[in-house]
């Protein structure tokens, strides 16, 4: 979302009652401005292309009001402003608190933000007199960037130099043409002086018998006093407690911090197992709150036998979004010299075109792509997701590293290219056991490489892109897994090739081109288990008996080369030919003796103009024939 707010009706000081309340009720917010709340505004005007033009409401309401509220779902609103004007200029927007006491030394005032990624800075002031014009405001407490990219932060700050009086607050919006900003869930309250909360405990679902299985921890501090130091345990079944000491904390009000435990769950055994989390101190002393101390149970499976991980990233881009182009500049030749999709290198790729930002018309959209995109909630791109989990820098380091844990089941796999309909099947054999689960078989039919020529980008090359997958993405739902018995799900349906367009399935060329890949994830925790590419078989296309067992030609579209890469089940001998769409030979690769295996043939194209043309296979039991695609 985008921009800001304007023009202002002001609710000043005439009408509000003056008397104080002990302490800053919750504010969550609704439609309208709460009571006894006031506005301050700059009169600057808000463009109607702010929030990229998607949120008309919001915008009129920033050219009536400073602060406006916006309904992030249905009944959920915050209070949000903008900096984004025409003509640009600096904000200077006041959202100011009922009047409240400050009833002791040990009061926080609390509020959520959000900057939807922006950089976008909060400044919080103070009226130690509870005045309601600017002026009044002579103690700046905060100004600091908000939280980010639509993942609001909780933040805490400290009234003590206020105690005993009454006060105002204010948030306001000062930056120049950067983002929104929103503001929720503001109050005032005595808190505690130490307070550790223990929030989450993250392990595997599915433990192998490896030497090192880390307990991860989330921890928070609801409390005045930054937290430098914690005591905190875990229980494996009924073994003795594990303990540790977490020093060198700086952790503030309302703060959080992930910790892992330095000694591992090591070797489980096979079965259900369950861990629970306490912690005991805070700072050094007794942690007098109990109540948010300890994380009962995480319950996990002792898998029976560590097969090798297939690693898996996810990337949503588009042929309309310049950083993605820049991104691939780098991120696609990484792919490729890291063997992507093929079998033996352990590392595997969907990419699934959006059909934003404007123009929005990139044509390799479509529904499936669209339902990866909701259930990982994207709103941003580029972005990417690896073994399930939000990505990293997109670089070796996270594509080594995400091969490195042990997976806990095996994938084989079947994909069929008949001249009409594809047809895949995928046997998934877990070396664990669970039930109640909530997992998913995915299936995706990928496109090698293509030429999008309508990119208005500087990229136009475009590789492993999905152009169906099983259910609409929606996969195959899976509740219960037994160690060692393997599940077979088969996927048919029928297929085109050419011109391609918006939300449909169409290929730009041939499915033997590309890959099928097979991946099992935890719905629930967005894990990616296990993920398998699969090399596509023709029937009736690209084979011929006893001899040839699958040819395929690639990239394609093609500019000055392109490979024919052939499996050979016999030796033969083996020409090739490239002939226009009316039968001319165009040229010719002499005959060659080869082997039985696999076989790689450079074919040249540099003399030949943009069209198609078909590559022809002779070998001593016959011929196929591909379609190649030739775009300078």
């Known amino acids: 979302m985008k921009k800001r707010l304007l023009a202002c009706s002001f609710l000043l000081a005439a009408g509000l009652s003056q008397t104080a309340n002990a302490q800053l009720a919750l504010e969550t917010f609704s439609s309208s401005l709460p009571a006894n709340w006031v506005l301050i505004s700059d009169g600057k005007t808000v463009p109607s292309t702010a929030f990229n033009g998607a949120a008309p409401t919001l915008v009129a309401g920033l050219n009536a009001n400073a602060w406006f509220p916006f309904a992030f779902t249905t009944g959920n609103y915050a209070m949000a402003s903008s900096s984004v004007f025409s003509p640009t200029g ?47 405001f002579t103690t700046s407490l905060y100004n600091a960037v908000a939280g980010n990219a639509g993942a609001s932060v909780t933040h805490g700050l400290s009234l003590a130099a206020f105690s005993g009086q009454t006060i105002r607050i204010a948030f306001r919006e000062h930056n120049t043409n950067i983002w929104g900003l929103y503001i929720d869930n503001v109050s005032s309250a005595i808190f505690p002086s130490a307070d550790g909360s223990l929030d989450a405990v993250s392990f595997p679902k599915v433990a192998g018998s490896i030497s090192s299985n880390p307990v991860n921890i989330t921890v ?18 009924a073994a003795a407690p594990v303990v540790q000491t977490f020093t060198g904390l700086s952790i503030a009000s309302f703060g959080s911090q992930a910790l892992s435990f330095s000694t591992p769950i090591a070797n489980p055994s096979a079965g259900a197992h369950n861990i629970s989390v306490s912690i005991s101190e805070v700072n050094g002393a007794a942690d007098v709150v109990a109540s948010n101390n300890t994380k009962a149970t995480n319950a996990f499976t002792g898998a029976t036998k560590n097969v090798t991980r297939a690693a898996l990233i996810e990337e949503f881009s588009s042929s309309t979004c310049v ?31 959006m059909n934003w930002p404007n123009p929005g018309n990139d044509v390799s959209y479509n529904n499936d792509g669209s339902a990866r995109r909701n259930f990982y909630g994207v709103n941003g791109i580029p972005d990417h997701f690896t073994n399930g989990a939000a990505g990293g820098a997109g670089d070796q380091a996270e594509i080594t590293a995400a091969k490195v844990p042990s997976a806990f089941m095996d994938i084989t796999g079947t994909y069929t290219v008949k001249k009409d309909s594809i047809i895949a099947t995928a046997t998934i054999t877990p070396w664990f056991t669970i039930t109640g ?17 309508g990119a208005t980008t500087t990229q136009k090359d475009y590789y492993h892109v999905m152009r169906a997958m099983l259910n609409t993405g929606a996969g195959i739902p899976v509740t219960s897994w ?16 050419g011109t391609v367009t918006q939300m449909s399935n169409t290929f730009w060329s041939s499915p033997t081109g590309g890959n099928l890949v097979i991946f099992v994830q935890d719905a629930s925790s967005q894990e990616v288990l296990q993920s398998k590419a699969v090399k596509p078989v023709g029937v009736g296309v690209n084979t011929i008996v006893n001899v040839l067992k699958d040819a395929s030609i690639f990239p394609n579209p093609a500019v000055n080369n392109a490979t024919l890469d052939m499996d050979l089940i016999s030796a033969t001998n083996v020409s090739v030919e490239v002939s226009d769409i009316t039968g001319r030979i165009m040229s010719r690769i002499a005959p060659s003796y080869m082997s039985v295996g696999e076989h790689m043939i450079n074919v040249p194209l540099t003399n030949l103009a943009n069209g198609l043309y078909n590559v022809i296979v002779r070998t001593d039991a016959g011929n196929i024939s591909l379609r190649l695609s030739v775009v300078k």
């Open 90 to 136: 600096q904000a200077d927007r006041w959202l100011i608190t009922p009047s409240f006491n400050v009833t002791g030394a040990n009061t926080l005032l609390k509020w959520d933000d959000n900057d939807l990624g922006s950089n976008e800075k909060l400044e919080i002031l103070v009226s130690p007199t509870a005045g309601t014009t600017a002026a009044s």
């Open 220 to 237: 928070s501090n609801q409390g005045i006093a930054t937290i430098t130091s914690l005591k905190i345990s875990y229980t494996l079944d």
């Open 323 to 353: 950083p993605c182009a820049n991104l691939n500049v780098t991120f696609d030749p990484l792919v490729l010299a890291n063997n992507a999709n093929v079998a033996s290198s352990n590392f595997n790729i969907i990419k699934y075109q």
């Open 437 to 453: 689960g909530n997992y998913k078989v995915h299936m995706a039919a990928t496109e090698y490489h293509y030429v999008n020529t």
């Open 482 to 497: 037994t160690s060692g018995v393997p599940q077979t799900f088969t996927w048919s349906v029928p297929y085109t090739v």
